[in-house]
């Protein structure tokens, strides 16, 4: 599912995958300016919504600017945070998977982590996706 989301993200922001978006970790020599997204925890099944699982994604922006690196985290938790971004519909990876996320909360919100051994600043934000398998 974290590449739904990392495609979601593509397509919505101006990050392409590969280059400055990656999903599962960043590799060695990537752009300065780049979000990598994170799945923690794995999956939890929500007991009280059959067939619905909690779905804990961690952002991490670095940028060579303290404020686009913190822009960087708050432009994907705003992508899928906020009263009016219930009902997302990740796009298909896989014939058949259909995603479809019902809610999103921001558990924290882009915090700075400190700078790299290159000067780069890094921010993390933590949010939980509600997501159904359709």
């Known amino acids: 599912m974290l590449k739904n989301i990392a495609q979601y993200v593509d397509n919505q922001l101006s990050y392409s995958l590969g280059v400055d978006l990656f999903h599962g970790w960043r590799p060695e020599g990537v752009a300065d300016d780049c979000i990598t997204l994170l799945e923690r925890t794995g999956r939890m099944d ?9 779905v804990p994604v961690q952002i991490i922006s670095r940028s060579v600017s303290y404020g686009d690196g913190l822009a960087g985290a708050w432009s994907v938790v705003n992508l899928f945070c906020g009263v009016d971004k219930a009902g997302i519909t990740l796009p298909t990876l896989i014939s ?11 558990i924290s919100g882009p915090f700075w982590m400190g700078q790299d051994e290159k ?12 997501a159904q398998l359709n």
């Open 46 to 54: 929500n007991f009280y919504i059959p067939g619905c699982s909690s």
């Open 119 to 130: 000067g780069r600043h890094e921010f993390s934000a933590n949010i939980l996706l509600h």
């Open 96 to 106: 058949g998977e259909i995603y479809r996320v019902n809610a999103a909360e921001a």
